[in-house]
């Protein structure tokens, strides 16, 4: 009876070392994923974005005050390297002073694909931030939707559920996307829990009446209220990542985009 009580504890003992040494060897992979994809992101910002040093949170509240007009983007992005050097599929650069947010954004054929790949085509968890593939390329629709992981380091598209607070889309209400043809100023005005396949993510519109409709749903979804102008020729940008309220459900933060030089 002994020997059956220790050849029991012997193996329950090799089976707990075995959980163990999966769970460590797990979070060492997560973690070594999370260094990794920090590491590319940053080396491709350094070689290919320059950041106008002039812009300040002051000029964010002057913006959201209206009383001045941005007439340049604050970050400057060499899409002709990038593309030639990098990958052909980048379409633009999404950008938001004092945030992780500093990615280039990519399009795919297949919204699966940059889930699991990074903007320079390495497999990676982390993926890329991505331009729904329905989506023109050139931010033309009424509705533009990006897609970005909620990544447990904060990376990606998780601080999406920093602005969900009123106070924090005040201190940063404006981001940039820069595109290959135009700059624009992202004003922020909404942003929500949402199912995933909600009106927010809706980017065709028959007609002005309907888009209308789509800004007052959007609105009267919103958690986070910051009052701006908006007309039914305006675009939108919509961020989107993944939220654990209840199953399939979403986070969006919605922006009218504005041309800039």
Not at 8 to 24: F, I, P, R
Not at 38 to 67: C, F, H, M, P, R
Not at 93 to 118: A, F, G, K, M, R
Request: some cysteine; aromatic content about 12%; hydrophobic content about 35%.
């Amino acid at each position: 009876m002994k020997i059956i009580r220790r050849f029991l504890l012997v193996v329950v003992s090799l089976v707990l070392l075995c959980v163990a040494g999966y769970s460590g060897y797990r979070v060492y992979t997560i973690q070594h994923g999370y260094s990794e994809a920090k590491q590319a992101y940053d080396k491709i910002s350094l070689e290919y974005v320059y950041y106008d040093g002039n812009s300040t949170e002051s000029d964010a509240e002057e913006i959201k005050n209206n009383s001045v007009a941005v007439e340049s983007s604050p970050v400057k992005v060499d899409f002709v390297d990038l593309r030639k050097n990098l990958n052909p599929e980048i379409c633009a650069w999404i950008w938001c002073q004092d945030t992780v947010i500093n990615y280039p954004v990519v399009q795919h054929s297949d919204n699966e694909h940059y889930l699991n790949y990074n903007v320079n085509g390495e497999p990676n968890a982390n993926g890329a931030i991505f331009l729904e593939a329905s989506n023109f390329n050139d931010f033309r629709d009424t509705n533009n939707i990006l897609h970005g992981h909620h990544m447990g380091d904060g990376s990606m598209f998780a601080s999406l559920d920093c602005w969900q607070v009123t106070d924090y889309l005040e201190k940063h209400p404006v981001m940039y996307l820069n595109t290959p043809s135009c700059n624009y100023r992202v004003d922020l005005f909404a942003g929500f829990t949402t199912p995933v396949h909600s009106k927010a993510y809706q980017y065709e519109f028959s007609s002005l009446s309907e888009i209308n409709a789509w800004i007052d749903w959007v609105r009267n979804e919103s958690a986070i209220h910051l009052e701006i102008d908006l007309s039914p020729l305006d675009r939108f940008l919509t961020l989107s990542t993944c939220a654990y309220s209840y199953e399939d459900a979403r986070t969006v933060l919605i922006g009218r985009l504005t041309p800039i030089e």
